[in-house]
Nanobody, 126 residues
Framework: VQLQASGGGLVQAGGSLRLSCAASGWSGRSDYLIAWFRQARGKEREFVAAITWSGVNLWYADSVKGRFTISRDTANTVYLEMNSMKPEDTAVYYC????????????????????WGQGTLVTVSS
């Protein structure tokens, strides 16, 4: 399984950005997970959002609820739409994949994920 993240860049506070994660070699069952994590400089990697491959189940970190939306298309790509961005959203964003099903707790736990893409840097200026 290979994951290719893209879409990072520089955006002003209040602006929007969309990240993409293209999965290849991925014969995902409906309960497999794709997630976004992020890591700010000097901080631990943290959960942002996740979606089951079926697209039915979604999870969000409290810090991004109402601002970020995770979705997938039919072509093995998962998106993270980020709106009303804040300087504290500045981080390297990673997409990851896991063989589900997972509990809510495990879904937000980076150790649950078997596959990781390279990061894409998002910088939000104030």
């Amino acid at each position: 399984v290979q994951l290719q993240a893209s879409g990072g860049g520089l955006v002003q506070a209040g602006g929007s950005l969309r990240l993409s994660c293209a999965a290849s070699g991925w014969s995902g069952r409906s309960d497999y997970l794709i997630a976004w994590f992020r890591q700010a400089r000097g901080k631990e990697r943290e959960f942002v959002a996740a979606i089951t491959w079926s697209g039915v189940n979604l999870w969000y970190a409290d810090s991004v609820k109402g601002r970020f939306t995770i979705s997938r298309d039919t072509a093995n790509t998962v998106y993270l739409e980020m709106n009303s961005m804040k300087p504290e959203d500045t981080a390297v964003y990673y997409c990851a994949a896991a063989h589900g099903p997972c509990t809510d707790y495990d879904t937000m736990n980076l150790s649950e994920y078997d596959y990781w893409g390279q990061g894409t840097l998002v910088t939000v200026s104030s």
